[in-house]
């Protein structure tokens, strides 16, 4: 699976409150995430997510667009 708990991604438009940092708190069919600014937390199905996504956090801390993610095999 490409996307893991506790990932931090960023989607094409930031919530109301003016944060774009997202924490992926649950994976399946839909994607819960939780808002970094404000702790508030979203459903999205994984086509919606899959379609609003734009960067992921990688283990060095940086962010990189989600089409040159690789994720690291366990």
């Not at 989607?11 to 939780?34: A, F, Q, S, Y």
């Amino acid at each position: 699976m490409k996307y893991k708990v506790d990932d931090i991604v960023t989607l094409k438009k930031g919530h109301p409150c003016g944060e774009n940092l997202w924490k992926i708190v649950r994976t399946g069919l839909d994607i819960k995430l939780e808002c970094q600014g404000c702790n508030r937390v979203v459903w999205l199905s994984r086509v919606d997510f899959e379609k609003r996504i734009r960067r992921i956090k990688n283990k060095d801390g940086k962010f990189i667009s989600i089409i040159h993610y690789d994720p690291e095999e366990e």
